[in-house]
């Protein structure tokens, strides 16, 4: 049985980028680009893994992360954060939300499949 990944990218491009990639690597794949869909979809479909985009539109990905890991079911779900924040101070406060793992984008293919596997084999 693969792998399942949620994605949770507000960006239509981006989203269907890290779906592809990761589909093309044989994980089973659940889009989310709404922020206020997250912990619905992320109860239902189970997942292993949480790509988390950072920039939401009306909620932070900041705020989804520690969502997720107040809930029960889902706590253990390690969080790869992908974001745009990259200044001084902002791995260490996604990393402080519950992030076990951070890439800022743009990020490459290699880059982004080697963090999802890392975080697998942790």
């Known amino acids: 049985m693969s792998k399942r990944i949620m994605v949770v990218e507000d960006n239509e491009l981006n989203r269907k980028l890290f779906c592809d990639i990761l589909k093309a690597n044989g994980y089973a794949v659940e889009p989310v680009g709404d922020g206020g869909a997250v912990l619905t979809a992320a109860k239902a479909f189970g997942p292993d893994l949480v790509i988390m985009d950072i920039q939401l539109p009306r909620v932070s990905g900041l705020e989804l992360i520690a969502a997720l890991k107040r809930e029960p079911t889902l706590r253990h779900v390690p969080v790869l954060a992908v974001t745009a924040y990259a200044g001084k101070g902002d791995e260490e406060r ?3 939300a519950g992030a076990a793992d951070y890439l800022a984008k743009p990020v490459s293919i290699r880059p982004f499949i080697g ?4 975080l697998f084999a942790a």
């Open 94 to 96: 996604i990393r402080g």
């Open 115 to 118: 963090a999802v596997e890392r």
